[in-house]
């Protein structure tokens, strides 16, 4: 049985930050796709191409006919756990920090032999499903958790390692024009998020919706403008030690290529989707970096909502576009640079969203409530790249399997 | 099954252990020439006069046992190096014995030394193996210690052993340590205070780990002619047997690769487990020496707990076990810990072995096992001795 988190006392400044610690972050190249597995919420390992056997630990051989045709596969979750141990001592200083830690082996249906994490809800003897998560130092870690839904099983104290649930958590949302925000704000509250601020840009140009945002409990709204450095700053020194997630909802989107254009609307997406986002890293980073193990709401992950078209323009909205691809390119540098902290850098990549800048294209486009599900989800999920709706889904597949071919497909040619 | 070739011809002298420290500021470089210095007086040489050498040690970095030859001054036509953990004695005196048979060496000095500082141990667990950074040490960092608790846990479930059978172990070792002037151990231990320990990895506790030391251990290798030459007391081999990774699909490791073969190890000495008149297991963890026993033929898989409570494992008991108190109670010097058995049993059956000396003492049974990868220790190899002139 979890016994749930309790809402976490009032911090004590005259208590030191307990500063972040990783667990072990060194991995060889083949153990990289349990990593990449895990950015995306999926189980995979190793499948022989040759005599299928499946493989772990990762390796670079078939481990049966040492044929080098492995390629990595969605695997079965089934497991049995045959082995455990209580962790009760030990050099490392992350894991001594967090003692007593449950470990066990667990003999997959698939196959192989497996040392993984435990919940707290499972020992020798059960049936569990293995699923990869992030660990602190952003590694796909094995954990081995109850087959169905168990009461309070996100609270256990490992799971809070391995997500960025907002449970207890205070969140910034940047723009509350944004059309995603209010059924942000919902979502995150119905998964017990403490306390949201909402970031408002240019507080005297009033807009419809505000009022509905301002209604809600629990719920500030405070001026945030991503392209004025003084605003960042200012708000930053006021909530920047309690901002425990940061969603980026700040967005400048217009259609247009290149030609017949100006540059006016390409350097305001630029100010708002590319410098906004670097502004805000500059800003908030720094103080949620530091605070990584703080306790129950510990700030925890930077979340960051990008065209699925990041990945290849769409040349009907060729500014916006580029500014998503260097926005993406951004969050991977931060991604590093966060990486010795602990703090998550996650991207939500989104298709056309039902919004007026989006209004003629055709079906599919994401609703608002869909996306802010989608961001909510990646964060009890831990992952760090989610692509929500069926056309961020569907371009990112044909993406992995031929940039190339998804260019020409989509500037023309491709019947 | 090919019938293997006996080791007729060649010996084993010159036991030498440099008693062990908890921490030493020296390299293993300075443990290692103790010991090799310690082997060639024995034998009335000196180092220009030796023309093998086989090194096992985990703290030589950034050396070689190529830069340890330079190092030291020696010049031989016989280079090797067992990286096997607590195998590599057994696995080094095979190596040697047969380059000695064929003529391609005179003389072959076996050592094993390591350092350990301060930081040592957390250095060589940082970079051990690909499967323990990739698969192991990302779980929690127990060590070998966590590793050893997953198979003590299954062992455990599986022949219904108690911590008592396993603190048996321990504690008999420690009472024979207690004869040994060099062991880092110097107080008595009972079964109470082995169950009461403070525990380490479920169902792991204190005394259940070894103590990480610096130390170093060598025998020499060499025709039996020379040894009768240099007046050495000398033991003969009359087996061997090696094996690595063992029952890959064993979900867990409940034996090792000695039950693949020990057979053929009693077949190649012409004698039965009745005819061993002492056993030094490898003892990491008790439930190892447990799994040994079994896997070595002296009871049935599963059986090791009755039959450890139904005998006497001291040195004046009726099944002498680890007689020098083993690593638990003596301490492991790193590589060296896969030589401890070794060298005490040369010394055992050639009457040697003074304070621990077990009366009779005519065939001794040696048994390494080593390097835990990730799940599993992947080496093994176990050897029968014989005195000398028995």
């Known amino acids: ?415 | 099954m090919t019938a293997r070739a006996p080791y007729d011809g060649v010996v084993l002298a010159a036991p030498v252990t440099v008693p062990y420290q908890r921490y030493s500021q020296e390299t293993a470089h300075w443990w290692i020439a103790r010991a090799l210095r310690g082997a060639l007086d024995a034998a009335g040489m000196g180092p220009r006069d030796l023309d093998g050498f086989s090194v096992s040690s985990f703290s030589l970095f950034p050396d070689s046992p190529v830069g340890l030859t330079q190092h030291l001054g020696l010049t031989l036509r016989y280079l090797d190096t067992v990286p096997m953990g607590g195998a590599s004695g057994v696995v080094a005196l095979r190596r040697a014995a047969r380059a000695v048979q064929a003529g391609d060496v005179d003389v072959v000095a076996c050592v094993a030394g390591d350092a350990n500082r301060i930081d040592s141990f957390r250095r060589l667990l940082s970079s051990f193996s690909r499967f323990s950074m990739d698969a192991a040490y990302p779980y929690g960092f127990g060590g070998p210690n966590a590793s050893f608790a997953l198979l003590m846990d299954a062992y455990m479930a599986e022949y219904g052993a108690t911590r008592e059978d396993f603190g048996r172990i321990a504690v008999a070792q420690r009472a024979n340590a207690l004869r040994n002037p060099n062991a880092l151990m110097k107080t008595p231990l009972t079964l109470d205070q082995y169950i009461a320990a403070r525990p380490i990895a479920d169902p792991i506790a204190l005394f259940d780990c070894v103590m990480p030391c610096a130390g170093a251990e060598a025998f020499l290798v060499m025709r039996e002619g020379d040894a009768r030459h240099r007046n050495l007391p000398f033991a003969r081999i009359e087996g061997t047997i090696e094996r690595h990774n063992a029952f890959p699909d064993d979900p867990m490791q409940l034996r090792g690769g000695w039950a693949m073969d020990a057979d053929q190890l009693y077949a190649m000495a012409g004698c039965g487990p009745t005819d061993i008149d002492l056993l030094q297991t490898y003892d990491d963890y008790p439930v190892i020496s447990l799994m040994q026993i079994e896997d070595l033929g002296f009871c049935p898989k599963g059986g090791a707990a009755p039959f450890v409570r139904a005998h006497d494992l001291t040195v004046t008991g009726d099944f002498p076990h680890n007689t020098s108190g083993g690593q638990l109670s003596v301490g492991q010097a790193g590589a060296a810990g896969g030589y401890l058995g070794l060298v005490e049993a040369i010394r055992q059956v050639t009457g040697q072995a003074g304070p621990t000396q077990v009366a009779g003492a005519e065939r001794a049974m040696v048994s390494g096992f080593g390097m835990i990868n990730f799940d599993r220790g992947v080496c093994s190899a176990a050897a029968i001795l014989r005195g000398g002139d028995a």
């Not at chain 1, 016994?3 to 190249?29: F, N």
């Not at chain 1, 990595?72 to 141990?85: C, E, H, S």
């Not at chain 1, 490392?92 to 032999?113: C, H, M, N, Q, S």
């Not at chain 1, 425990?244 to 700040?250: E, Q, R, S």
Request: charged share 20%; hydrophobic share 45%; aromatic share 6%.
């Open chain 1, 1 to 415: 049985m979890t016994t749930p988190l309790t809402t976490p006392k009032r911090k004590d400044p005259q208590k030191r930050t307990t500063v972040p610690l990783l667990p072990p972050l060194a991995r060889s190249r083949a153990a990289l796709g349990l990593t990449v597995a895990a950015t995306e919420g999926r189980f995979a390992l190793q499948h022989c191409a040759d005599c299928g056997a499946v493989q772990y630990p990762p390796r670079d051989a078939c481990a049966h006919c040492l044929s080098v045709a492995l390629h990595w596969r969605d695997t079965a979750t089934g497991a049995q756990v045959i082995a455990q141990t209580t962790v009760r001592a030990t050099i490392d200083p992350y894991f001594r920090e967090r003692l007593p830690w449950r470990i066990g082996t667990v003999k997959l249906d698939a196959g192989p032999v497996a040392v993984v994490h435990l919940h707290g809800d499972v020992a020798r003897g059960d049936r569990v499903r293995l699923a990869l998560h992030l660990d602190r130092a952003a590694q796909g870690v094995i954990v081995a958790l109850p087959p169905t839904q168990t009461e309070a099983m996100e609270d256990d104290p490992l799971m809070r390692t391995l997500t960025n649930h907002p449970r207890h958590r205070r969140i910034l949302i940047t723009d509350a024009r944004a059309p995603v925000t209010l059924p942000l704000i919902a979502a995150l509250q119905k998964a017990g998020a403490a306390h949201v601020f909402v970031g408002e840009a240019e507080g005297w140009r009033r807009w419809a919706g505000r009022d509905a945002i301002a209604a809600l409990p629990g719920v500030d709204i405070l001026p945030l403008d991503v392209t004025d450095e003084d605003s960042l700053r200012t708000l930053a020194s006021e909530i920047g030690g309690k901002t425990d997630i940061l969603i980026n909802t700040a967005r400048f989107i217009r259609p247009g290529g290149v030609m017949g254009q100006d540059t006016v609307f390409a350097r305001e997406a630029f100010d708002t989707n590319v410098l906004g986002l670097m502004r805000l890293a500059q800003a908030f980073g720094p103080a949620m970096a530091g605070r990584t193990a703080d306790g129950v709401n510990s700030a925890t992950a930077f979340v960051n909502i990008l065209s699925a078209h990041a990945l290849s323009p769409d040349p009907g909205f060729g500014g916006f576009g580029a500014s998503q691809a260097a926005a993406r390119s951004l969050s991977q540098t931060l991604r590093a640079e966060f990486l010795h902290s602990g703090l998550r850098m996650v991207n939500i990549y989104v298709g056309p969203t039902d919004d007026e800048w989006h209004q003629p294209l055709p079906p599919p486009k994401v609703a608002p409530g869909a996306l802010a599900r989608a961001i909510v989800d990646g964060l009890i999920g831990g992952v760090e790249e989610v692509f929500c709706g069926d056309v961020a889904r569907d371009l990112a597949e044909r993406w992995q399997a031929g940039p190339g071919i998804l260019e020409r497909e989509i500037t023309g040619g491709g019947a």
